[in-house]
């Protein structure tokens, strides 16, 4: 072997080895984009208290006796943070209805004004991009499966006025880690609790005004039983 053929050898050893430095440093960079991605969505996302009233949602009247309104859908409304107004012609929003939301994959967070005390039946249920919801007021009524299968929903905010959370309301959402309740642990533990709420939900932790309450699942599965 000539000294031009030995030469060429090692120049194609050497661009081998620069193909394989470069490939690993770009497996490399690919794998720390992926997990500082992964560490930013598991901060979850907080909506903001101050914004202003999503313009489009749909409603209808409850009653003509009650004189109030309920929310039925997301009707013309594009905006995937809502900020459900407290008034429609002068009357307030008393209520979210019956699968008004069900199996909307665009919307992220809600926040409902204080008016509102009743959730309707399956009103969220498989809202798949649903991470945050804030209730402002004084509601009373989280109806049947109200938030079932919301795979995203991270954490909720329950005002003290909380009477009833019905069968299923939160089973399958499966990232809820943490509920915010305005009231005292005492007042949580005489919530009552329907057939499997937190069904097929990971380990939680309620957050009182006056402590904390970590359920582990041990706990949780007695809780459905």
Request: glycine content about 8%; aromatic content about 10%.
């Amino acid at each position: 072997m000539n000294t031009f053929e030995t030469k060429n050898i090692v120049k194609r050893k050497k661009r081998k080895q620069k193909i394989i430095i470069a490939s690993i440093a770009v497996f490399l960079a690919a794998v720390i984009i992926a997990v500082f991605a992964l560490s930013l969505g598991s901060k979850g996302f907080t909506p903001d208290l101050n914004r202003a009233a999503s313009r489009g949602l749909s409603f209808d009247k409850t009653s003509i006796v009650s004189k109030t309104y309920t929310l039925v859908g997301i009707g013309a409304c594009k905006d995937k943070d809502l900020v459900v107004q407290a008034e429609k012609d002068g009357m307030p929003v008393a209520a979210v209805g019956e699968m008004a939301f069900r199996g909307n994959e665009t919307i992220r967070s809600i926040i409902l004004p204080e008016g509102v005390s009743v959730i309707g039946s399956s009103a969220f249920a498989y809202c798949n991009s649903l991470e945050a919801v804030v209730f402002k007021g004084k509601v009373t009524h989280i109806g049947n499966s109200s938030f079932r299968y919301c795979a995203s929903l991270r954490e909720i905010t329950l005002p003290a006025s909380v009477i009833t959370i019905a069968d299923s309301a939160f089973s399958h959402c499966t990232s809820l880690t943490k509920i915010h309740f305005g009231g005292t642990m005492e007042e949580w533990k005489k919530i009552r609790f329907g057939a499997h709420w937190n069904v097929n939900m990971p380990e939680y932790t309620v957050y009182c005004t006056d402590g904390e309450i970590f359920v582990d699942a041990y706990s949780k599965y007695r809780e459905v039983a």
